[in-house]
């Protein structure tokens, strides 16, 4: 019987299925004779009988062999005549049949895709590519074997391995340009081909945790990284690589990442399709880093990077895997306020004496997001920090709302225009008209527009260019003129423009024209509310406005605004177009004594909110926070009227909200801004006083942050200026500062010279807490050089005080340090108790800065008295807390303690780790003595190792150092022995050559 016309379909990708009219075949003998027609079926040409009979029958003679091969070739014949052409000498498939094979299929499709394995096919289709993959349905001939039949297994592991290498890299394009694209479900469904094909590899695994992550499913991500450890130790051996780990870490913390929520969406927002598209596709693109939208204000900018961003939000919320930040930048005109604002938004909190951008820069570097950074233009210098930020966080990607460009070689401009106006016919609907005909209707149900009006309508938004900022304020008259007239009004304005304001920008006139021309139309009052808000940076409260505003009944006038598209109206809070204020603040300035009351009112409004939220609970700081534009705007008038007295009211407020926050450095320039503004002479009591009381708290900050030497120069001219005048409380607190600036860089001789005029000084002023502070800061010195029993007699001196004002935060503090002395003594039973009654006190007014301090001593207490597992739990716990506070100087304490514990426990590779951390962070604080400390553990750690040379070195050099504390000193005597007396000596003179920073670059360069 014959079968031709019957079509053979043959699929070997994914396993072995073979069909005749559809029916599969299971009438062949032997599986070699099924493999016979598998290999025939796969060659172009003819084999001779005895290469077929050697290919499946090695093991056997060859009569033996091709005996078999006649006989299965006998069977092959009655089912698969027309396919297959045998002969005497050689059998061959027959590739003019009607057959169809998924692997010549395969090899066929990527022939006519065009398709490369060298990867430079990014150009093919991606619907050639998919249909081609959904052929390979797994690897060739998978779950087939012939184990006894070398020659077929060995060609079948060829094809197999040169098929799975065509398909991986076909599989590979599909995830690249799914992702690039945002499809990641598609994306995440060739990954899991990708790892059947081959599922040791880590590059595949990656590309899993990172899909499942993009899609949401960041637990899920998590699982799959263990379930490739688990693969990986099991099948090779090994464990994951940095690369893999870098990931896990930032899946992680993407789980813990939640972004603000982004902007409402632009209440009109019409056109820009266009636009959108192509801002879509630049954010995609990755080699586009920086977009800027580069356009006049008032043109839509940030209106287009809203909705775009919107709509990444809303459908391919995976593509930034750390989310997308809108930051506002309208209100920030100091460049030094750009890496803090940044950090504000991203939740970020700064400390220590680094840079805020270097800080911010580190944060970033693994992050990977999206930051809308919207009115760059008054911020021209800030893009140095851009330019840095792009370098140095290669994930980051930023999309800047700017009236200039920020030329960066990075940069790619998009110009945003006008909406467009359709040209051709004056009634016409395009994207302008369709805005101006949006607002109209909302501001007026009734209004329905004739011919006449559209023309109208057509030529206003041609006069304003397509400006949807001018359009709106344009609609915004509706309720009381017909589309005419509004238009003849603004043509009349341009006239008058184009013949008498030629410096005006060409793309400016409009928006001047149809600003003046909607200040025409208000009443003196209204004008008169309107020119004062320029004196307000960002939103203000209706509160704010009717302090701040001379007219009574503020209310309606902002209504009226409101309705005009002069203001923006939210549900609690107003705000200005920053075009609009600039317009506003114009008109102020031309009536110099009515601006200088409004910004005297609006100082004294937001300088008595700042002192009514000075406490440190977490409402306060935030509500602060929010206004802190206007705080500082306010603060910065007040320093140029040299108001001191109210300078010398909000200097503390100010100072508390910077030093809770760890805000030090903006503190700083707020207090230097302010301090540039005081020009006066020093027999001026009220000058002397709030110079003086400025510079001490910008020292204060300044001691925070390590800055030492910045410190005591202001400290000395505080001290200078108020030594000429009768203020002993402030000379006091000032000379307090001194003393712990003093006390960090370990000179504890001038500690205790300026802590006593300190305390002579507290109490000719009766200053209570001034008194305590000198008692405790007397006692730390007096510990600090071995003198015990002086320091708990000074110690228990401040706390008699703190006690009989009844401030228990303070006792708490004192009990910590009476710990600390009887520890010191080797009293550990009187150390534990002073512990537990100050932590009883500390945890009481959830003092959690306390609590840490006292979790580090009471962990350095449990390791001297042996209980290791104790000390380590205690000085991790106050690790945690302490980090979370980005107490950079606690942290450092915590960590050389935790140091010690891995030293008592022998475990040298993590007390290495702790320490170099340690030092880093207590050189960064600028606290002498604190390094020390932490060099003399090293000295331990470099004894332990059999590194005696170094030992001996450290060990000299801390013993000789004029800042060590006693209790270091005697640790380091102990350990003389166990060096060897000629080392040391050998050392000590060495040790001249060294500086204390040398020797910091030395040890953290050797470990």
């Not at 704010?544 to 002069?566: M, N």
């Not at 609590?851 to 106050?878: I, M």
Request: with cysteine; aromatic share 6%; proline share 4%.
């Amino acid at each position: 019987m014959a079968l031709e016309g019957v079509l053979l379909t043959i699929r070997l990708l994914g396993g072995v299925s073979i069909a005749l009219a559809d029916q599969p075949v299971t009438n062949l003998p032997t599986r070699k004779a099924e493999a016979l027609l598998i290999y025939l079926a796969c060659q172009q040409r003819p084999f001779p009988r005895e290469f077929l009979a050697e290919l499946l029958w090695d093991d056997r003679s060859q009569e033996q062999a091709l005996a078999n091969l006649r006989s299965i070739l006998s069977s092959l014949r009655r089912t698969f005549k027309p396919y297959l052409t045998i002969t005497r000498q050689s059998v061959a498939f027959n590739h003019e049949s009607e057959y169809w094979l998924d692997v010549a299929e395969f090899e066929k499709q990527l022939e006519i895709g065009n398709w490369k394995l060298a990867g430079s096919n990014l150009q093919s289709p991606i619907t050639n590519l998919q249909q081609t993959a959904a052929l390979y349905r797994g690897h060739f001939l998978e779950g087939f074997y012939l184990r006894d039949s070398r020659g077929f297994e060995e060609w079948a592991l060829l094809e197999r391995e040169r098929l799975d290498r065509t398909a991986v890299s076909l599989l590979w394009q599909l995830v690249i340009k799914h992702s690039d694209n945002g499809e990641y479900a598609p994306a995440l469904q060739y990954t899991e081909q990708l790892l059947h094909l081959d599922n040791l590899s880590e590059r595949a695994h990656r590309q899993k945790m990172l899909l499942l992550a993009r899609t949401g499913q960041h637990n899920a991500a998590l699982q799959h990284y263990d379930a490739c450890c688990r693969l990986l130790a099991d099948e090779l051996g090994v464990e994951p690589t940095p690369e893999t780990d870098t990931l896990l870490a930032q899946i992680r913390a993407a789980r813990e990442t939640t972004p603000p929520p982004l902007p409402p969406p632009p209440p009109h927002f019409v056109g820009r399709e266009t636009e959108q598209a192509h801002l879509l596709t630049l954010l995609r693109n990755p080699a586009c880093r920086l977009i800027t939208l580069l356009g006049p204000g008032g043109i839509g900018k940030t209106r287009l990077a809203v909705e775009t961003v919107r709509q990444i939000a809303a459908h391919q919320p995976g593509q930034f895997l750390h989310g997308i930040w809108f930051v506002p930048l309208a209100e920030i005109n100091d460049v030094r306020l750009l890496a803090p604002t940044l950090a504000d938004s991203l939740s970020l909190t700064l400390a220590g004496k680094d840079d805020p951008a270097e800080q911010l820069l580190d944060f970033l570097r693994n992050q990977e997001l999206l930051l809308v950074l919207d009115n760059f233009e008054q911020l021209a210098a800030g893009a140095d920090l851009l330019a840095q930020l792009l370098a140095k966080a290669s994930r980051v990607k930023l999309l800047v709302t700017s009236q200039e460009p920020l030329h960066l070689q990075e940069e790619w401009l998009v110009d945003v225009d006008g909406l467009t106006v359709d040209e051709s016919a004056n009634t016409a609907s395009s994207p302008a008209t369709d805005l101006f005909l949006q607002i109209s209707k909302r501001l007026n149900a009734a209004f329905k527009p004739t011919a006449v009006d559209m023309t109208a309508v057509t030529q206003i938004c041609r006069l304003l260019e397509g400006l949807p900022l001018g359009i709106e304020l344009a609609a915004a008259w509706i309720r009381q003129f017909s589309p005419p007239q509004i238009a003849a009004e603004i043509a009349q304005g341009l006239d008058f423009l184009a013949t008498h304001m030629r410096n005006v920008p060409e793309r400016h006139r409009s928006l001047r024209a149809i600003f003046d021309y909607s200040w025409q139309q208000l009443q003196p009052e209204t004008q008169a509310v309107f020119v004062q808000l320029a004196v307000f940076h960002g939103e203000f409260s209706l509160e704010a406005a009717t302090a701040v505003i001379t007219e009574t009944a503020v209310l309606p006038h902002l209504q009226t605004l409101s309705e005009k598209a002069l203001l923006r109206h939210t549900a609690d809070h107003y705000d200005l177009h920053p075009m609009l204020r600039r317009y506003a603040a114009e008109k102020l300035a031309a009536t110099p004594e009515i601006e200088e009351a409004a910004r005297q009112r609006h100082a004294v409004h937001y300088l008595e909110f700042l002192a009514a939220h000075s406490g440190d609970e977490t409402e306060h700081r935030q509500a602060v926070q929010a206004k802190l534009a206007n705080i500082r705007a306010g603060w910065l008038w007040t320093a140029v009227q040299h108001d001191y007295a109210t300078l010398l009211n909000s200097s503390v407020s100010l100072h508390n909200f910077y030093s809770i926050n760890s805000k030090f450095r903006e503190g700083i320039d707020a207090f230097q801004d302010a301090l540039a503004q005081l020009h006066d002479t020093a027999d001026n009591p009220l000058f002397a006083q709030a110079r003086g009381d400025m510079l001490g708290r910008k020292a204060r900050m300044h001691i925070h942050i390590g800055q030492l030497e910045a410190a005591t120069c202001d400290l000395d001219e505080a001290g200078s200026l108020l030594r000429q005048i009768d203020d002993p409380q402030r000379l006091s607190i000032i000379l307090g500062y001194a003393a712990i600036n003093a006390y960090y860089a370990g000179d504890f001789e001038r500690v205790a010279t300026l802590t006593q005029e300190s305390l002579q000084l507290a109490e000719i002023a009766g200053d209570q807490d001034g008194i305590a502070f000198a008692y405790n800061m007397l006692g730390s010195s007096a510990k600090a050089q071995g003198h015990y029993a002086d320091a708990i007699r000074h110690f228990e001196q401040a706390r008699v005080v703190y006690h009989r004002v009844d401030d228990e935060l303070g006792e708490a503090m004192v009990l910590n340090n009476l710990g600390n002395a009887a520890q010191a003594m080797g009293d550990f039973a009187t150390a534990q108790a002073h512990y537990l009654d100050c932590s009883r006190l500390f945890k009481a007014h959830n003092h959690m800065y306390g609590a840490a301090t006292t979790l580090a001593n009471a962990g350095r207490l449990a390791r001297k008295q042996g209980d290791l597992a104790q000390a380590q739990a205690l000085l991790t716990e106050s690790l945690t807390l302490k980090r979370e506070m980005a107490d950079e100087r606690g942290t450092a304490v915590a960590l050389v303690g935790l140091g010690d514990v891995f030293l008592s426990a022998g475990d040298n590779l993590a007390a290495q780790s702790h320490l170099h951390e340690a030092l880093t962070l207590a050189h960064k604080s600028g606290d002498v003595k604190l390094v020390l400390e932490v060099l003399g553990a090293f000295s331990v750690l470099a004894q332990q190792q059999q590194r005696l040379t170094l030992a001996a070195l450290l060990l000299a050099f801390v013993e000789e150092h004029k800042a060590t504390p006693q209790e270091v000193r005697e640790r380091i005597m102990e350990m003389r022995a166990s060096v060897g007396g000629t080392a040391v000596a050998k050392a000590q003179k060495q040790i001249e050559q060294h500086s204390l920073n040398s020797i910091i670059k030395m040890v953290l360069a050797e470990w």
